[in-house]
């Protein structure tokens, strides 16, 4: 388990620079930019909202499972062990944001801006909310109506981010299980993917620098208990030398 945690340890730190520096340099989010650009963002983070977040999660898993052929009973234990971490990890974030009650960026800005306190906003029932958003900026020039739309749906509380705690998981999750195995394509792709998941929450003005990094520290700590209790229950999740050798043989897979 102590590779697979070395291996973790490294993969979020990496997730961790972007969102530290945006956060150490007092970068502030603004509305407008390059509308293209920004609906690209808007794609990414759709990977991850729902309903299209479950369809990520079962192309990856079965993605994960095929990657994992070698030993698919501990495979299959770890991925139920790591959809039980993401909805506690989800639960957890959850109740975070109902104690913390950090108002999102946009929110801010309809303060400043439309006078909208937001006190009172997070007062609101969600329905109202998502009702004030769309009143106030139906005659607004600079925000594109697919955002607005986007805002509708998400007035909840900002600390922490779950589109980067989901993300982020996987990223992760990959890093400890599948580099060793040598799918570095793979790994290399869904870091990416978090990263940009993590730079759309931050572009559309949905959350602020320190809502990703606790996000990631809440990932990293789910997937390093979860693959310590897979290989606990199921057997070392490292590849045998013996597998290693044909992997070698075959090359690679991707």
Known sequence: MSEVAKRTV????ILLLMPLLVWFS?????PGGNNSFLKAMYWITETVSAPWGIITCVILSGWFLWCLRFRLKPAIGLFILISA??????GIKSTIKNQVQEPRPFVMWLESTHHVDEKYFYSLPRKE???LVKEQLQDQTVIPAWLRKHWQAETGFAFPSGHT????????LAVGLLWSRRHYKTVAVLMVWALGVMASRLLLGMHW????VMAVAIAWLLVTIACWLAQRWFGPLTIPPQEQQEITKRGHEE
């Open 10 to 13: 490294a993969g979020a730190i």
């Open 26 to 30: 007092g970068w502030h989010w603004q």
């Open 85 to 90: 971490a993401i909805v506690f990890g989800q």
């Open 129 to 131: 909310r998502s009702a």
């Open 165 to 172: 705690l989901f993300a982020a998981s996987w990223a992760l």
């Open 209 to 212: 620098p320190r809502d990703l």
